[in-house]
């Protein structure tokens, strides 16, 4: 029995929450990773994990043996970092998730520009709208927008951005414009993916909630910035959503006042030992990028100090 490999499947299986998803993550035959897991159990002549219907938990014997394989695996690539000289030169697969519409309009081109700089560094792009857990998903590093929580990550202000409360000028010439949140609900909305939280105003320092009437509601941000633009309603999107209809005037941003502070972007990863060269290059590269970029939609942060934050 390859032991390095079981305790490899055996993550998987904890991290993914069961073995079937553990498989699916691993791309490999259900069977194969359920014998890896019986195999270890045997070899260490105790049980790892109580199976159940739904999921799986860990006894005390596998919550300590989980523990003591990521610190195992961890030092193992640290080593393979090492011994590959990813701490000379910036080489090997760096693992970046973003949010998939801003990182596919932002990020992907300063990707592909890193890309040309640095030859001997692989990219895997992750596009996914939750939240990522660095170490245990493998990933290097993380694009994330709005407020973070409290963690033992550390994370870089690469800008800012600002939920906007706008419609069409076709719209506001028929209808009006409102001067205040209250006068929101003699209006027409157009709500994304039922986020009715997106409709919370700042009025005298406190958060209060204002809806339109809904007329339409959609599930994607690519109809709900059409319908604003074909005037069905007043519609609240992020302005690095709009920036060229901003710009052109196709959409008026209106309540500004009302809508609140910017929210931050940030760059996040992990530092368990000295940063990897791959690591440190992309974020030197892509941080006065992003910043460029943010400052043609929003204001751009002023702060560049790292801080434990995740």
Same mark, same amino acid.
């Given at each position: ?144 927008? %709005? ?82 633009? %074909? ?69 751009? %942060? ?9």
């Amino acid at each position: 029995m390859d032991r390095l490999d079981a305790m490899r499947v055996l993550l998987a299986v904890v991290d993914a929450g069961s073995i079937s998803a553990g498989s699916r993550r691993l791309n490999a035959p259900l069977p194969s990773v359920s014998r890896k897991v019986a195999d270890l159990e045997r070899f260490l002549g105790a049980n790892l994990i109580v199976r159940t219907s739904r999921n799986l938990q860990l006894t005390d014997a596998g919550r300590e043996y989980v523990e003591a394989a990521r610190k195992i695996m961890a030092d193992l690539e640290e080593a393979e970092r090492r011994a590959s000289g990813e701490y000379q030169t910036p080489r090997g697969t760096l693992t970046i998730t973003m949010p998939v519409e801003f990182g596919n309009r932002y990020v992907l081109p300063i990707v592909l520009s890193y890309m040309e700089r640095h030859a001997e560094v692989s990219l895997n792009l992750l596009s996914l709208d939750r939240s990522v857990h660095l170490v245990n998903e493998q990933v290097d590093i993380a694009i994330r927008l %709005g407020d973070l929580e409290d963690s033992s990550l550390y994370a870089v202000k690469a800008g800012e951005f600002h939920l906007l409360t706008c419609a069409s000028p076709g719209y506001l010439a028929k209808r009006g414009i409102p001067a205040h949140p209250g006068d929101l609900s003699g209006h027409d909305g157009i709500i994304f993916n039922n986020r009715t939280f997106f409709w919370t105003f700042q009025v005298d320092g406190a958060p209060v909630e204002a809806l339109p009437r809904t007329r339409l509601e959609v599930n994607t941000a690519a109809n709900c910035v059409a319908a604003a633009l %074909g005037g069905a309603g007043i519609a609240r999107l992020f302005d690095y959503q709009i920036p060229e209809h901003l710009r052109s005037g196709d959409l008026v941003p209106i309540l500004t006042e009302y809508d609140g502070p910017p929210r931050p972007i940030h760059i996040v990863y992990s530092r368990q030992g000295p940063l990897t060269l791959k690591v440190r290059s992309f974020i030197d590269w892509a941080l006065p990028r992003l910043r460029e970029t943010s400052g043609s939609y929003g204001n751009a %942060g002023q702060s560049d100090a790292m801080r434990s934050s995740g």
